[in-house]
Every structure is written in C-alpha cells, then in structure tokens.
C-alpha cells in the first residue's frame, strides 16, 4: 500500500481552533493535489478538523464534500472516523481522554460528538489530570508525545467512569496504535483512538476486511 502526503502551511501553527479553521482553507488544494496524484483515498489527519468550526456534524460533513469534489476520491476525516466507528459498533456512552487539546478543543469534541448520538461521562486533558502544570507548557510541547501518557490518561478517565462503553483516545500527535490492545486487556472493554478509528474507517472505504490482528478490537471488526 502506498502512502502519499500533502500539508497545509499555516505559520506559527498551533492546535487551536483559530489556526485549524486557517488550515482548512488549504485542504481542497492538498486533496486536489493528491487526487491528481492517482490515490485511491484521500484521508484528512487530525481530529480537531472535523469540529473546530461548528459544534454539530454539519461542519464536518461539508467538508468532507468539498474534499471528494475537489479529489473526485472518498474521503476520511479523522475526527468525522471516530462518530462513524462509534456508531458502527453501537457505543452509546464514552470516556474521552482528551490528552494535549486545550479546555476550548475538549469543550467543541464533546459537543461534536453529543451531536452524533454519543453521551460523553468524562473527558479530561492533560492539564486536568495535572501532567502538565497549564495548557502553555503543553503547547509548548513539539507536536509528539509519548504513548505512556496516554496510556496513563486513558487509565485515568476509565475509573472515572466505569460504566463507559467505550474509551477514546484523541490525539494524532500521540502514537497510540501500539497500546491499544493491552489497554483493552488492561480495562477490560473497547478503546478507539483517533488513529485506529482513521485506519478503520480508510481500510473500510478500501475494501479491506482483515488485518494482521493486535491493534484492537476496532480494527478486528474488520
């Protein structure tokens, strides 16, 4: 499988609604660049994409449309993935740990995902679970994080609400798909992550009905 990739240049880029509504202005030009580039599926990368500029699915939605017109290609918004994958499977209820997004992010997701029929219990970042002492020491940060932390954080908001059907795990910038599996041995019920919920919703458009096994219950379902 071939991977190809174009970004949009937003100077100064920090993850905020403000410089995500700046980037995508650019994201028709990179899927028609990547449509001309003959790929079979134009994936979008980063869950906050999918709602900073409204609260419902709507936002998402359009966006998505403009990209397979401007690709002529299906299109996966990562965020946009993570509602699809939920519904698919039937999760009604989840624990979100919302890792390095700003109070305003988390605020926005669950609102985004209320809006797709899923009750949120908890969502926590890094900062409300004290890893970091504010939200500029996280921004601060290079966009990589280490995948204990989320390990940890995701931990953290499944004893906060036991009866969750399902944990989630945000954050593209936190390279998750290796934990998974043993947090799903460790907790004991389903995790999806923005990138196995991604991965999920591109090898479904591709037609791909198995894996290799051992990156979770979401990507079993294949």
Known sequence: MGVYQTFPYVPNF?????????????????????????????????TPFSFAGGTGLEWAEDISKKLEKAS??????????????????GYKTVAISSTYYSRELSERYTQFLEAGG????TIKNWVDQKRFPDEESVDGRNLWYPASYAYKSAREVAAEAPEADCIIMSGAAVHTMDIIAPLEADLGKPVISSDSAFFWKILSLLGVRETSGGWGSLLDSL
């Not at 509504?21 to 449509?35: I, Y």
């Not at 899923?118 to 219990?121: G, M, N, P, Q, S």
């Open 14 to 46: 920090r993850v905020d609604a403000t410089n995500i509504k700046r980037a995508v202005e650019q994201l028709e030009t990179s899927a028609a660049a990547l449509g001309s580039a003959g790929v079979d599926i134009v994936g979008q990368v980063g």
């Open 72 to 89: 002529g290609k299906p299109v996966a918004l990562m965020g946009l993935s993570i509602v699809e994958a939920l519904q698919e499977r």
């Open 118 to 121: 899923i009750r949120v219990l």
